[in-house]
């Protein structure tokens, strides 16, 4: 069994592509509610998507060209949940950085899933 599927990724384009991009929390910014926490790469959502959560689809967003690069599947153990975030434009360097911001701590851990 071939386990990549196009259509998948094809799906997340079209979501991209339809949807705007809002940045709420760009690099630099300090986590509204984790003051340690500063976002290495900018952070926001799609407007008009909804997520496991009921806000809009979580979108890392990278400095090469925005297209959907990856995701990353995240289960966090304080809110008891899981999600996914959109990978866009995000170089390798910066995907690990997105990998490693989600597996800093023992409440939260996540797969990156390169496209």
Known sequence: MND??????????????TSEI?????????HPRFPDFIYRLDYGYLRGTSSMDGAG?????GSGKKTVDAIMCIVDLMKRDS?????????????????????ETQYMKGVLIRR
């Open 57 to 61: 689809i979580d979108v890392w967003v």
């Open 22 to 30: 809002v940045v709420d929390r760009p690099k630099g910014s300090i």
């Open 83 to 103: 999600e996914i975030k959109i990978l866009i434009g995000c170089t390798e360097e910066e995907k690990m950085e997105v990998y490693k911001t989600h597996n």
């Open 4 to 17: 990549y599927n196009e259509e998948f990724w094809d799906a997340l384009d079209e979501l991209v592509k």
